[in-house]
């Protein structure tokens, strides 16, 4: 029985302790690997593929968040629709804190949706 918790206790640790902000920095880095796919680069093991397909899904939760958002609140801060695909998001994303190196200690979600902001600013009312 102590075994068992002991590796219980050992397993909500580890994933406790990996449960971080995810930074700027981190999903630059996971970015560029999907706009390298995206210009006919193939990853070379798991771990790339999965860098590129981490940026692609934040950027569709991002953009999905802002259409939920706009269909139930009525207005949303990103105003992208359904005419941008996430990997033209990435590439956004990209060359924005490529720009501006000073911001990739902060929060990834703080960074994009500023980025979405300026990027695609909704019609004012």
């Known amino acids: 029985m102590n075994a068992r918790m002991i ?3 050992a397993i909500i640790f580890a994933v406790s302790s990996a449960a971080h902000a995810f930074s700027a920095g981190e ?5 560029r690997a999907a706009t390298q796919v995206r210009a006919g680069w193939t990853p070379k ?3 790339e593929a999965f ?3 981490r940026c692609l899904s934040y950027m569709l ?3 999905d968040s802002q259409v939920l958002t706009r269909n139930v609140l009525g207005r949303a801060l990103v105003c992208t629709g359904d005419r941008v695909s996430p990997a033209q998001l990435a590439s956004i994303y ?5 720009a501006t190196s ?3 200690h902060e929060d ?3 960074t994009a949706m500023l980025v979405l902001m300026k990027a695609f600013p909704c019609p004012a009312r």
């Open 94 to 98: 990209v060359d924005w804190v490529d």
């Open 7 to 9: 590796a219980a206790a």
């Open 61 to 63: 939760a991002l953009r």
């Open 27 to 31: 999903l630059l880095t996971n970015c």
């Open 51 to 53: 860098a590129a397909i």
């Open 45 to 47: 093991d798991e771990v």
């Open 108 to 110: 990834a979600a703080v």
């Open 102 to 104: 000073e911001t990739w």
